[in-house]
């Protein structure tokens, strides 16, 4: 029995899954192990390995059946897998810096190693969960978390670039200035850039930019009466329920990833667009709600793309790993790893 393993390396715990050759994953639900990164390559590979085996034996396969790993981690990375000179939020450790953490994990486990960063797993496990294996459609996939992370699969295969930077979606600018109803909003970004994706789509963006700007528009509003940081955090459940100044919250953000959208239609005509994270982890009403003010933000589409299906991203929690898993199944089907 041929299978692949799926590692995703975050911030406090590594997720495994194992899928098999026909596309099935044998391990239902999330399969944890705590992440040692602030330890340094050594520790933290280790116990990567270490983990392995027990996603193995909860699969139940030998470890020899593993012939190939997917690993994702967060950027910035290159694409083939080295880690930023100047280190990152989740690479603190100074033994980290240009770390070649794919061939690192290759050699402890003496198996093939392929890499994405975090966002393009989670874009590939969007994809694969509505056109399967083998696909050669095209997605544009957006997750709004604390910022906003995505990626591109163009023809079946992820978009990583040239840097690594491939499907950074969430800096592309949009033209923000033509949100209805935001007359003087000024979103900004932590990159330094003014009106890109993620200063408005985004946690970040609620706390930072919609709700300094809507909370003077609706005095003696509850939200006002709580610091930013916690009001922000309020503003999805508020907004489920119908609350008119978090509706108002949410309608901006999904205009502006309809603007985005638009772009993205245009760049590259693609089968389908995806969106998902913390955002979206509400029930199925507000889910349609709010993809139907995706629509109503896109300007007017050709006949041939008006039906372009707009999906929601199943599986937050374990997509990272899937996704390394499915980039892994597709060398090992292609007959890569002989
Ligand atoms: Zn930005």
Redesign the pocket.
């Known amino acids: 029995m041929e299978v692949v393993a799926g590692v995703d390396l975050g911030g406090t715990a590594v997720n495994y899954t194992i899928v098999d050759q026909q596309g099935h994953f044998l391990i239902d639900g999330l399969c944890e192990h705590p992440a040692l990164a602030k330890q340094g390559p050594d520790i933290c590979l280790q116990q990567i390995a270490d983990g392995l085996k027990i996603a193995a034996d909860k699969a139940g396969v030998a470890l020899s059946d593993i012939v190939a790993v997917g690993l994702d981690t967060p950027g910035p990375a290159s694409a083939s897998g080295v880690l930023s000179a100047r280190g990152s939020t989740n690479f603190v450790h100074a033994n980290w810096a240009s770390f070649d953490i794919r061939e690192g994990l290759a050699h402890k486990l003496g198996k093939p190693v392929l890499y994405l960063n975090d966002a393009n797993a989670g874009a590939l496990w969007g994809h694969y969960s509505i056109f399967g294996p083998n696909s050669k459609e095209t997605s544009v996939s957006i997750v709004i978390g604390t910022g906003n992370g995505g990626g591109i699969i163009l023809d079946g295969n992820v978009v990583k670039g040239k840097n690594g930077f491939g499907g950074e979606l969430?800096?592309v600018l949009i033209p923000y200035q033509s949100i209805a109803g935001t007359p003087g909003m000024k979103p900004e970004?932590?990159?330094?850039?003014t009106g890109?994706l993620?200063?408005v789509c985004s946690l970040t963006a609620i706390e930072r930019t919609l709700l300094p700007y809507f909370l003077p528009r609706y005095p003696g509003h509850e939200l006002g009466k709580v610091d930013l940081h916690t009001a922000a955090k309020l503003v999805r459940g508020m907004a489920e329920k119908g609350d008119s100044l978090s509706r108002d919250v949410f309608r901006v953000q999904a205009h502006g990833l309809g603007l985005f959208f638009d772009e993205m239609i245009n760049t590259f005509d693609p089968d389908a667009l995806i969106v998902g994270g913390g955002a979206l982890e509400t029930g199925v009403e507000f889910q349609r709600w709010f993809i139907d003010e995706i629509r109503a933000g896109m300007p007017p589409q050709r006949e041939e793309q008006v039906g372009i299906p707009i999906h929601v991203m199943p599986n937050g929690d374990t997509a990272g790993a899937r996704g390394a898993a499915i980039e892994a199944l597709k060398l090992a089907r292609q007959g890569g790893l002989a």
């Open positions: 969430g800096h970004c932590n990159c330094g850039r890109d993620e200063s």
